[in-house]
């Protein structure tokens, strides 16, 4: 996007000094919040781990999916360069995360950064959108419990690349320069599944799978519940984010696991801010936005509601009150 076009993009008003301030970047409050986060997904893990063979194997299992599948917000943070200030923290960081969940980090990168120039923008975002319009009643409330098109996306898009084959997707937004860099990530991916699968073979033992490839699928849900609040319902093809996007108030313990990624208008219009400085954000600006949804439950009923009336009109989209809408 070039700059012209970025400036066509609604901004609300806000000190220069205090953006500056928030969008500073932190290894100490990096470490702390993402170091916390794998305390816990380690911790879950040695405790389902341990649960093997007990009546208490599904619960532990269950949990510690559930805490797996926040990778994702962290991976999205550190697909944005602004978790830590030492680039080489958010390069180790991102390949963990990336490993983990078998996105490729050049490919998603890219792909996430067509979503930030041009969200919910017909034909060019490709992330924006988990439901249909129509939507299809029975199969996107499966992916939205498993993410099973992600899923399939994301291990063809590493097929196809680790054999030299650009994808359809990756030719709009990744640059050329970036595709070698893009195939050899991908046979590292490759190499990475292959090997948990073999050794769960060779090992006669469920284990790597059940720790690293299955909560890929089944530990997605809450994610998903909170991620899919982010844009769903709302306009299409207009440059205002807070058109576009929602921002629902959670509690302490689920804005820690997501990142604070429920502040996300805030996010779409300034990305630079690390997501630990997101409510500050919030807080300086919220009178210039629309009023956030209160809860999960309260952002889930306008969505509910929204998806009814589009299985009828799939033109129609929820206008959020705003007080002005600037040009």
Not at 214 to 229: D, E, I, K, M, Q
Not at 250 to 263: A, K, Q, S, T
Request: hydrophobic share 40%.
């Amino acid at each position: 996007m070039d700059k012209e076009e970025k400036n066509n993009w609604y901004k609300p008003e806000i000190s220069e000094a205090l953006l500056k301030e928030i969008s500073r970047k932190s290894d100490y409050k990096g470490l702390m919040r993402l170091g916390s986060y794998f305390f816990i997904l380690l911790l879950c893990g040695y405790i389902a781990f341990l649960s093997i063979n007990t009546v208490y194997v599904v619960p532990c299992f269950l949990l510690y999916g559930i805490v797996f599948g926040f990778l994702n917000a962290a991976h999205h943070e550190l697909m944005h360069k602004s978790v830590f200030k030492s680039t080489w923290l958010n390069k180790t960081g991102l390949w963990m995360t990336s490993l983990l969940l078998g996105h490729e980090q050049i490919y998603n990168y890219y792909s996430h950064l067509q979503h930030h120039n041009f969200t919910m923008i017909e034909g060019k975002d490709i992330e924006g959108r988990p439901f249909h319009r129509p939507p299809q009643i029975l199969t996107d409330p499966i992916d939205h419990l498993i993410k099973y098109r992600d899923s399939y996306h994301y291990s063809k898009t590493i097929l196809f690349h680790s054999f030299g084959t650009i994808t359809e997707n990756a030719q709009l937004f990744v640059p050329k320069t970036k595709y070698n860099e893009m195939r050899m990530n991908a046979k590292i991916h490759l190499l990475f599944n292959c090997s948990i699968i073999v050794s769960s073979f060779i090992l006669s033992t469920w284990i790597p799978l059940l720790l690293v490839i299955f909560p890929r699928y089944y530990g997605g849900l809450l994610h998903n519940f909170c991620s899919a609040t982010q844009h769903t319902g709302l306009a299409s093809n207009v440059k205002d984010h807070r058109l576009n996007s929602r921002t629902v108030l959670i509690g302490p313990v689920l804005r820690f696991l997501y990142f604070n990624m429920n502040y996300h208008i805030e996010h779409h219009l300034y990305p630079s801010v690390p997501f630990y400085s997101l409510e500050i954000l919030h807080l300086e600006i919220k009178n210039q936005l629309p009023k956030p949804a209160s809860s999960l439950k309260d952002a889930w009923i306008e969505i509910i509601d929204c998806l009814k009336i589009q299985m009828k009109n799939p033109d129609y989209f929820i206008q959020p009150v705003i007080k002005e809408i600037r040009g």
